[in-house]
T-cell receptor, first 115, second 113 residues
């Protein structure tokens, strides 16, 4: 069965600090996709990244970076030099391998960046 | 290039009433997915539809909930005889082929009073 664990319920950092959000997943399938979404206070879901299970290269996009470690089933997300606008709930998700029809979400990490 | 449009944005219903949530997928997207987010929780898959077909409803509650995606018009998630526990944010997503091209709408926040 698919499962996504985001052990950090809430994190607070001071502006300009770096912060890493952890995501650990469980799946029996060899082919799957991992996602990160941001949910700001306004409530919508903002897509951040999709990574397939065959690509273990780390990715960087501006202040955001992702570390995919298949050996530890982790897909961690780092924000460098955090800003107040980064305050949001961040969700990690895993695709359903059977039909790739739906996503399994973690319970989210609420990040608060203090000015 | 309108995204996935959901309406209403907020919906208040009294216990026992019906709630109808609408989702218009992105242009060119023929796959629609509904998710529910209970307060302080992650999103949970409910149902996956293509035009005029329910493909996977494994996440739908067995009673009171139904979904459709007609040939013409938006997808509708219908909740009959709402109860307080139905209060949640309901998100719709659409994709052209599979989950790889997922786009979420802004959600409908249902409050049952």
């Amino acid at each position: 069965a698919q499962k996504v664990t985001q052990a950090q319920t809430e994190i607070s950092v001071v502006e300009k600090e770096d912060v890493t959000l952890d995501c650990v997943y469980e799946t029996r399938d060899t082919t799957y996709y991992l996602f990160w979404y941001k949910q700001p206070p306004s409530g919508e879901l903002v897509f951040l990244i999709r990574r397939n299970s065959f690509d273990e290269q780390n990715e960087i996009s501006g202040r955001y970076s992702w570390n995919f470690q298949k050996s530890t089933s982790s897909f961690n997300f780092t924000i460098t030099a955090s800003q107040v606008v980064d305050s949001a709930v961040y969700f990690c998700a895993l695709s359903d391998p059977a039909g790739a029809n739906n996503l399994f979400f973690g319970t989210g990490t609420r990040l608060t960046v203090i000015p | 290039n309108a995204g996935v449009m959901q309406n209403p944005r907020h919906l208040v219903r009294r216990r026992g009433q019906e709630a109808r949530l609408r989702c218009s997928p992105m242009k060119g997207h023929s796959h629609v997915y509904w998710y529910r987010q209970l307060p302080e929780e992650g999103l949970k898959f409910m149902v996956y539809l293509q035009k005029e077909n329910i493909i996977d409803e494994s996440g739908m509650p067995k009673e009171r909930f139904s979904a459709e995606f007609p040939k013409e018009g938006p997808s509708i998630l219908r909740i009959q005889q709402v109860v307080r526990g139905d209060s949640a944010a309901y998100f719709c997503a659409s994709s052209p082929i599979t989950v790889h091209g997922y786009t979420f709408g802004s959600g409908t926040r249902l409050t049952v009073v």
